[in-house]
């Protein structure tokens, strides 16, 4: 048995910028799938607002375990081998991108309805109204739990470990697996998580309460 | 996409699917139960407690919340068992969804608790109820009638991350699927199947949630507008 050094906790900290890596994939794709997830569910056809809920239904309803394995055993027999790095990026941008859907939906359904006439009256076209007027102010109301879900983001890449992935949490388990001392490396690998989310959350927390003083 | 699907062995391996789908809900159903008791108790402490106590109480919930759930997990069960804590796999889950589900919990609480102004309080007090009695139908029943949008959706929430505790081999409806697919090779239909099956598990327990929601809140079921 090979004792606990300070190899494997550099180990570890090289499997966190992966962890980050993976988070930062996430977090783009999801955001672009999920302005127009939260654009579709505001638009003024119905089909497209159906489409858009059952899409956040289905994602919310799901694990996200389910959905990565989906991506990469399922697809995989299915003739569409993914690497662990792109099934987990894509299951994780799906899952991303449900949940920041709905957030957004909200930001933009919280601006005042009369920001919308006004700038019907000034002859605005759709796309204008939410470059110019509807997007901007909701983009502030949205930081603050953007920024709170990001956290669950970079949790939630923990998930990838299970297929195969080696970031933080496949990493624990493979110095767990040579040294066997569980409860010292997953405290450690759980203190590396601390250290990457806990700073998101005070500063979600922060911007929540700098958006609260203009009320 | 040329791919045959093929659910043929579902027509023997259903058992397996209704028994694992079955642990699910004994799982999360007790998570739930316990989680919701343990995350009052500390929302309760945050808001009254003095700083001996929020202080702990804040420290665990910002721990929990800023950490995986497979790293809990494993801290549970793999870490416990090395320092000479033997747990069975589905009492190690147990364990770990009540104590992250009761963090979540927790500021989920806390947020109602705090929006039952004082005059209420001091209604209470006039009417002589004690301090149980102040707590338990002046406090906790409104605070939870506000806030429980927020509790069923954290509750189901933690239904669909109990397959995380698959990981740790408790059979529950991962697991089950993760044995079936190694079995069969089917992996593409049998997480389909269970993909479909958790959807089930979150409308029946949201539908679950409402029914409570009925029977607890008197005034809301009489009245049907938000408190």
Redesign the interface.
């Known amino acids: 048995m090979i004792q606990l050094n300070a190899n494997h906790f550099l180990y570890l900290l090289q499997a966190a910028t992966w962890t980050l890596l993976l988070s930062l994939i996430a977090f783009v794709g999801g955001s672009i799938v999920g302005l127009a997830i939260a654009l579709l569910r505001v638009s003024k056809s119905a089909v497209l607002r159906g489409v858009a809920s059952g899409y956040i239904q ?1 994602i ?8 990565l ?2 991506s990469y ?7 569409y081998k993914l690497v662990p790095i792109v099934a987990a990026g894509l299951s994780l941008t799906l899952y991303a991108a449900a949940f920041l859907g709905e957030i957004w939906r909200g930001c933009i359904e919280s601006v005042p309805r009369t920001q919308w006439e006004a700038s019907d009256c000034l002859g605005l076209n759709r796309f204008q109204q939410y470059a110019y007027v509807v997007l901007p102010q909701a983009v502030r109301l949205a930081i603050p739990p953007t920024v709170g879900f990001m ?1 669950q983001i970079v ?2 890449t ?2 990838a ?2 297929i195969g992935f080696v970031e933080l ?1 496949r990493a ?2 493979i110095v ?1 697996n040579s040294t ?4 010292t490396i ?2 450690v ?2 203190a590396i ?2 250290a990457m ?2 700073p998101l ?1 005070l500063a979600a927390r922060a911007l929540e309460r700098k958006a609260h003083v203009g009320r | ?3 045959q699907f093929d659910f043929a062995f579902l027509a023997e391996r259903w058992p397996d699917f209704v028994a694992g789908a079955w642990l699910t809900i004994q799982l999360t159903v007790a998570s739930i139960a316990l989680g919701l008791v343990v995350g009052t108790i500390c929302a309760l402490a945050r808001v009254y407690g003095g700083p001996w106590l929020r202080r702990p109480v804040g420290a665990y919930v ?2 929990i ?8 997990i ?2 549970v069960y ?6 000479g804590l033997k747990l069975s796999a589905e009492v190690s889950a147990v364990i770990a969804l009540v104590v992250n589900g009761g963090a979540y919990t927790t500021e989920i609480m806390r947020a109602g608790i705090q929006s039952i102004q004082r005059t209420q309080l001091e209604a209470a007090d006039c009417l002589g109820l004690t301090r149980l009695q102040t707590i338990l139908h002046v406090v906790l029943l409104p605070a939870m009638e506000r806030v429980y949008p927020a509790l069923t959706s954290q509750f ?1 929430l933690l239904m ?2 109990s ?2 505790t ?2 740790i081999s408790t059979e529950e409806l ?1 697991a089950t ?2 044995l079936v ?1 190694s079995d069969t ?4 239909e049998v ?2 199947i ?2 479909v099956v ?2 089930g598990l ?2 029946l327990y949201r539908f679950a949630f409402w029914l409570i929601g009925l029977v607890l809140f008197e005034r809301k079921r009489r009245l049907g507008t938000a408190l």
């Open positions: 289905l919310q309803g799901t694990p996200l375990l389910i959905l394995f989906l055993f399922g697809l995989g027999i299915a003739g956290v949790k939630n923990s998930l470990s299970v949490a624990g388990q767990n066997f001392e569980p409860f997953f405290v690998v759980a998580y601390f989310c806990y959350s | 996409m040329n791919y910002e721990l919340r800023n950490t995986p759930l497979l790293v809990q494993f801290i793999f870490g416990l068992s090395s320092l189901v669909l991350a397959s995380i698959s990981q991962t699927a993760n697919q090779y089917r992996s593409f997480y389909i269970v993909a958790y959807l979150s409308a």
